[in-house]
């Protein structure tokens, strides 16, 4: 990021999606407010845009100083057995203050996006997987394979720079790049378009269809026979066709977004997905790629996981780290009453505010929130706007610097795990 004067920032990296793009320009208003000049999409306009304003720590509703707020979520959290530290929107450093406190009450883990997320981990930790980079994308994808998602709903600017990009390091032309789009239906296939006008190919189904439509793809990859003429009203000549365009693809990137897969075990289908990249690879070269990411939960899970070994969805309760992508979901402990505690964490989005719940409820978010009915509540300041930070990318294997673009009194989550764990 660089300051080019006063209050204009320019190559500002945009936590608001896994994609973090790094090339927004910002301008800082009067009183703090940011506005979005220049490679904003209407997320990133969302997230730096919001209304500015600050707040101050509550202890059920009534306004008190930090220091008692800290004191009194450490009088809550000293008195638990089986506290559950959920939401956790946040980034590296704000995770690994986190998890500090984590290990020294015994709570579970459990990101807010980890219902969807755990579809892909469930994949990596099964059967291992080949993916690709953003830049290997932009680089080098001739045929680009779109399953069950229009991605842009997640992932705004993804083909702006990374499909239909300039310019690429091999001299490839860009513009000629094929995509298609397999399963869903009345999808937004808008994005596709070449800039020469080149409409993408799409293949529609319903979406409950889509595992069967996917295990179908890799058995005819696999150089399997189908008895049937169609799949969930797609002909078997035109997976057959899309075999064949796959392997005759210099360089084929499959895609997906976990939380559009919204069918049951669909981590059986990005399995197939990922395993009929492993086949083109017999005689190709092909790639997977997960898209979306939200709310660090890419950078949680990273510094989850190389902090403890696990990614979330872990528990410290017996002084060694545990994983449990389905017993510890805080969805399901809170409905089976197994906490006795809730710390909700939301750094960059108001609008994830904590669940109601009959047990006591301390909230570390976004001055913006509402959380009247927390029994301490104490905003923080948000990384890659009021401080800096630094975050996972949705290819995982980039992580980029955030910014500080204004000065705020609030302080950063990490200060406030590391006060609350000193006062325990
Ligand atoms: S596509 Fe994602 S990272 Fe890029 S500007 Fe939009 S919200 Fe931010």
């Known amino acids: 990021m660089e300051k080019i004067c006063a209050s204009t920032y320019e190559n500002v990296t945009c936590p608001a999606c896994g994609l973090l793009c790094d090339d927004l320009r910002i301008d800082r208003e009067s009183a703090g407010q940011l506005k979005v000049t220049d490679k904003g999409c209407t997320k990133s306009v969302t997230f730096f845009e919001r209304a500015y304003q600050t707040s101050s720590p509550r202890i059920a509703g009534k306004t008190v100083t930090l220091s008692e707020a ?9 008195d638990t057995n089986q506290p559950l530290f959920a939401g956790l929107g946040t980034e590296v450093q704000g995770m690994r203050s986190v998890l500090s406190l984590a290990d020294k009450v015994g709570a579970t883990l459990d990101h807010m ?11 990596v930790q099964n059967s291992g997987w080949q993916v690709t980079t953003l830049t290997e994308v932009r680089n080098r994808v001739d045929l680009l394979l779109v399953i069950g998602t229009d991605i842009v709903s997640h992932n705004p600017r993804f083909f702006e720079r990374n499909v239909w990009n300039k310019e690429s390091m091999f001299d490839q032309a860009t513009s000629a790049r094929e995509v298609i789009y397999l399963g869903g239906q009345n999808i937004d296939t808008s994005a596709g378009i070449s800039p020469k006008g080149v409409k993408p190919t799409v293949l529609p189904c319903n979406l409950d269809r889509l595992p069967e439509v996917v295990a179908a793809l890799r058995a005819i990859i696999s150089g399997k026979t189908l008895i049937a003429t169609e799949v969930a009203c797609i002909k078997v000549s035109d997976l057959q066709s899309l075999s064949e365009r796959l392997k005759a693809a210099k360089y084929s990137v499959v895609t997906w977004v976990s939380s559009d897969l919204n069918m049951a075990h669909s981590e059986l289908t990005i399995q197939n997905i990922t395993e009929l990249v492993i086949k083109l690879n017999a005689t190709t070269r092909s790639s997977g790629l997960p898209l979306g990411g939200s709310e660090g939960d890419y950078s949680v899970n990273q510094t989850s996981t190389w902090t403890s070994g696990y990614p979330v969805r872990s528990r410290f309760t017996r002084k060694h780290p545990e994983y449990d992508p389905h017993h510890f979901s805080a969805e399901k402990i809170l409905e089976n009453e197994e906490a006795d505690a809730l710390l909700w964490i939301s750094e960059f989005n108001p609008e994830k505010t904590a669940p109601h719940v009959s047990i006591p409820k301390i909230v570390i978010g976004h001055a913006n929130m509402q959380a009247n009915d927390a029994d301490v509540f104490i905003p923080v300041s ?17 992580s980029l610097p955030l910014g500080q673009l204004r000065n705020s009194s609030l302080p950063r989550l990490a200060e406030v795990m590391s006060a609350i764990e000193a006062a325990l």
């Open 382 to 398: 948000t990384a890659g706007i009021d401080h800096t930070g630094t975050m996972f990318r949705v290819d995982s294997s980039v």
């Open 70 to 78: 800290v004191s009194k979520a450490a009088d809550i959290l000293r």
């Open 113 to 123: 996006n980890a219902y969807t997320s755990f579809r892909n981990t469930l994949v």
